[in-house]
């Protein structure tokens, strides 16, 4: 079951960025202006892509996780719903800095959060009732593309880029054994993907966005959504929710391990700067 609903995800992530490829033809018939008198151009009017634009975006991520984490070939069945956050989450810190310059974009996405768990289910222990987990994650993921549709209904991005990954892990085996074990890793994936944001209404939009790839690890996806809403020339409110699905098992090795998936709703709102 878990193998069709990962590979039900993956097709959806393939179907998002075979979109991207589709849709500027359709956004260059659908926004191809019809003839009228001429007029002397508004300065007020310029193109939207010209010039530099900055975009932040400070967001909470209620992810959920679902998999397996190893330390030094002891592992743990982590399964905490994206509800169970409140009681895992320690401290975070998660945003997007949205740089683009005409119709090249360069998105960075940050995300730094502690984690810890003490109903982890062991694995390959025998004894053991329970595993007090402690994680501490890192994820970066600075990207640059090109805005291949501008319309006024339809905007369209493809992206290529890195994810950085740096997980520290620290397990205490319940009853306690010794002082308990602790590893930490890091590792670089490379991923391409895109978006597209559709205008519903003047203040109301919707956008998609997926990205694939691997390196170090077998496996490094994501796909999501979002719907905002601007309440000002500068802020726009964001609710959607997000998928990030990793498998790393580095050379095929079990003595660190961390193969999870993450759903969950996730809220912020932008602050375009210029």
């Given at each position: 079951?878990?193998?069709?609903?990962?590979?039900?995800?993956?097709?959806?992530?393939?179907?998002?960025?075979?979109?991207?490829?589709?849709?500027?033809?359709?956004?260059?018939?659908?926004?191809?202006?019809?003839?009228?008198?001429?007029?002397?151009?508004?300065?007020?009017?310029?193109?939207?892509?010209?010039?530099?634009?900055?975009?932040?975006?400070?967001?909470?991520?209620?992810?959920?996780?679902?998999?397996?984490?190893?330390?030094?070939?002891?592992?743990?069945?982590?399964?905490?719903?994206?509800?169970?956050?409140?009681?895992?989450?320690?401290?975070?810190?998660?945003?997007?800095?949205?740089?683009?310059?005409?119709?090249?974009?360069?998105?960075?996405?940050?995300?730094?959060?502690?984690?810890?768990?003490?109903?982890?289910?062991?694995?390959?222990?025998?004894?053991?009732?329970?595993?007090?987990?402690?994680?501490?994650?890192?994820?970066?993921?600075?990207?640059?593309?090109?805005r291949i549709a501008d319309g006024k209904r339809v905007k369209v991005d493809a992206l290529f880029g890195i994810r950085y990954w740096h997980l520290s892990?620290?397990?205490?085996?319940?009853?306690?054994?010794?002082?308990?074990?602790?590893?930490?890793?890091?590792?670089?994936?490379?991923?391409?993907?895109?978006?597209?944001?559709?205008?519903?209404?003047?203040?109301?939009?919707?956008?998609?966005?997926?990205?694939?790839?691997?390196?170090?690890?077998?496996?490094?996806?994501?796909?999501?959504?979002?719907?905002?809403?601007?309440?000002?020339?500068?802020?726009?409110?964001?609710?959607?929710?997000?998928?990030?699905?990793?498998?790393?098992?580095?050379?095929?090795?079990?003595?660190?391990?961390?193969?999870?998936?993450?759903?969950?709703?996730?809220?912020?709102?932008?602050?375009?700067?210029?």
């Open positions: 079951m878990n193998c069709f609903w990962k590979a039900a995800k993956t097709g959806l992530l393939l179907a998002t960025v075979g979109a991207l490829f589709a849709l500027p033809r359709a956004s260059a018939q659908t926004d191809t202006p019809t003839p009228t008198k001429m007029n002397s151009p508004d300065p007020n009017e310029t193109s939207s892509s010209d010039g530099w634009h900055v975009g932040v975006t400070p967001y909470i991520w209620f992810a959920g996780v679902h998999g397996t984490t190893g330390v030094l070939g002891h592992d743990a069945s982590v399964h905490a719903d994206f509800g169970d956050i409140f009681n895992y989450l320690n401290i975070g810190a998660m945003g997007v800095l949205d740089l683009r310059y005409n119709r090249v974009i360069m998105p960075v996405d940050f995300l730094w959060m502690k984690l810890s768990d003490n109903q982890g289910l062991p694995v390959n222990e025998y004894g053991v009732n329970s595993i007090n987990a402690k994680m501490t994650e890192t994820i970066l993921s600075p990207k640059i593309g090109y892990t620290t397990f205490t085996l319940q009853p306690q054994i010794a002082n308990g074990y602790s590893q930490s890793a890091s590792w670089t994936d490379a991923v391409a993907g895109g978006r597209i944001e559709f205008a519903l209404t003047p203040k109301a939009s919707a956008t998609i966005f997926g990205d694939a790839g691997g390196g170090s690890a077998r496996l490094d996806y994501q796909v999501g959504g979002a719907l905002g809403y601007k309440i000002s020339r500068r802020w726009v409110l964001l609710v959607g929710y997000r998928y990030l699905s990793v498998d790393y098992r580095p050379n095929g090795s079990a003595l660190f391990v961390y193969d999870v998936d993450m759903p969950g709703l996730a809220v912020g709102a932008t602050f375009n700067i210029k």
